[in-house]
């Protein structure tokens, strides 16, 4: 008698979503914390998202992470954005305070994270980004407040390249951003020290696929970073990796990021180290965060 059979719920939606591996870390972080939730990854096609934004309140989810193609979408019917989501134009979580849904970006500071652990400093720095898309918005926004000298975005769409431009230039005016137009094969500039794809281009099932850039641009003095989160062993990092370039996979900001959203679900801090051994647990491979 008394016992309560209920979970709190939180969730995905995405469009592919099957292969989005976050319950496995969220799961298992909840599991460790002893907290009654439950993960959903949960497909949810584009015009469909109204009315899955409306069931979650109807449900009483505590929140929701947005993936592809959701993170802009989904603005227009939240009921209030934070200010960081509202520079980056893009919302990874949903937090359902009382019926009212926010929406917060946990991805630039996700991926942060995993450079810090890595112990990169990025001060000063060049880095080139491959894309101008939701997550490109949100890791460009976390290098500029964290200090970076210059941003190189390359982009196929003139128009996302040109309006991350003018977001940034509005915002941090001491940075030195560039939009190259991706329509030939990209030349990665020597004196880059981080190298970024925030494309989707290796995801699950493309995992043969491989940016249109010069490989041998790449260099051992370049730090060579992707957000591909499965499979995270993408044919970049592979071909930073015969040149001797220091890498990050997709994995620590998957993480990190996942940290952050269970913080604003729950107010409970995660324990990163329990949900990278369950990442290395599903992948059989170790992780870094
Ligand atoms: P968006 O759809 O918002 O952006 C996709 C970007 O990729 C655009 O800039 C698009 O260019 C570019 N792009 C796609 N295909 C190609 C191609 N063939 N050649 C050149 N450019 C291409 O997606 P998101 O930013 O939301 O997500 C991007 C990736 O980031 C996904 O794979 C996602 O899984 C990953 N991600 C990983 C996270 C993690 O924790 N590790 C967190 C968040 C995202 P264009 O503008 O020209 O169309």
């Known amino acids: 008698m008394g016992k309560s059979y209920r979970e709190e719920l939180v969730g995905v939606f995405g469009d592919p979503v099957d292969e989005n591996p976050t319950v496995v870390v969220a799961q298992k972080a909840f599991e460790t914390l002893g907290i009654p939730y439950r993960y959903l990854t949960i497909n949810v096609h584009p015009e469909a998202l109204p009315a899955a934004l409306e069931g979650l309140k109807a449900m009483n989810f505590k929140g929701m992470h947005l993936t592809i193609p959701h993170k802009v979408a989904a603005i227009p019917y939240l009921d209030s954005i934070s200010e960081e989501a509202a520079i980056m134009g893009a919302v990874n979580t949903i937090v359902n305070q009382n019926g009212k849904l926010r929406g917060e970006n946990t991805d630039g500071k996700g991926f942060m994270a995993s450079v810090v652990n890595a112990g990169i400093d990025v001060t000063g720095k060049k880095v080139t980004m491959l894309g101008a898309g939701g997550a490109a918005r949100a890791i460009a926004v976390e290098?500029?407040?964290a200090?970076?000298?210059?941003?190189?975005?390359?982009?196929?769409?003139?128009?996302?390249?040109?309006?991350?431009?003018e977001t940034l230039e509005s915002h941090f005016s001491d940075l030195k951003v560039v939009y190259r137009c991706w329509d030939h094969?990209?030349?990665?500039?020597?004196?880059?020290?981080?190298?970024v794809n925030t494309t989707d281009i290796g995801l699950y099932p493309n995992v043969d696929a491989r940016?249109?850039?010069?490989?041998?641009?790449i260099h051992d003095r370049m730090i060579v970073c992707d957000v591909i989160p499965n499979h995270p062993h993408t044919q970049l990092l592979k071909e930073a990796e015969k040149r001797q370039a220091k890498t990050i996979d997709g994995l620590g900001m998957l993480i990190n990021q996942c940290v952050e959203s269970i913080r604003y679900w729950t107010g409970e801090t995660a324990d990163a180290e329990v949900m990278k051994e369950a990442l290395a647990e599903e992948y059989g491979i170790s992780v870094h965060y």
């Open 147 to 165: 200090g970076i000298g210059e941003l190189v975005i390359i982009n196929r769409s003139e128009a996302r390249g040109k309006g991350l431009v």
């Open 185 to 195: 094969t990209m030349t990665i500039d020597e004196d880059t020290a981080i190298l």
């Open 211 to 217: 940016p249109d850039i010069v490989f041998d641009s």
């Open 143 to 145: 290098l500029a407040r």
